[in-house]
Nanobody, 127 residues
Framework: QVQLVESGGGSVQAGGSLRLSCVAS?????IGWARQSAGKGREAVAAIARYGGFRDYAYSVKGRFTISQDSDKNTLYLERIDLKSDDTDVYSC???????????????????????WGPGTQVTVSA
């Protein structure tokens, strides 16, 4: 089972930018980010397949968030710009297998696509 550890959360003003990082303990076929705030369900934000470069983004973040990975370091990144107050959430890194890759290719990654989760990092966007 892969261990995932996020970093880079914090507080930022609306319109600002932030980069999240996630280090995986071993190679993961598919890896991504999801977010959740109190009283709401978890939302898959972005995902990337280790091989082939396939990416999938939630409609709410397209054009503002960019997911990337450093395969040599087993590290995942999420670059976020033009942050809004609605982006205030706990962001978690998640790992999946070939089934998650299929979801990425099809453009329909959901939280249920993943098998492993990091503890999460809080991001707060103030107006």
């Amino acid at each position: 089972q892969v261990q995932l550890v996020e970093s880079g959360g914090g507080s930022v003003q609306a319109g600002g930018s932030l980069r999240l990082s996630c280090v995986a303990s071993k190679i993961t076929t598919c890896i991504g980010w999801a977010r959740q705030s109190a009283g709401k369900g978890r939302e898959a934000v972005a995902a990337i397949a280790r091989y082939g470069g396939f990416r999938d983004y939630a409609y709410s973040v397209k054009g503002r968030f960019t997911i990337s990975q450093d395969s040599d370091k087993n590290t995942l990144y999420l670059e976020r710009i033009d942050l809004k107050s609605d982006d205030t959430d706990v962001y978690s890194c998640a790992g999946g297998d070939v089934h998650a890759v299929s979801a990425v290719v099809a453009g329909g990654v959901q939280p249920g696509s993943y098998r492993n989760w990091g503890p999460g990092t809080q991001v707060t966007v103030s107006a």
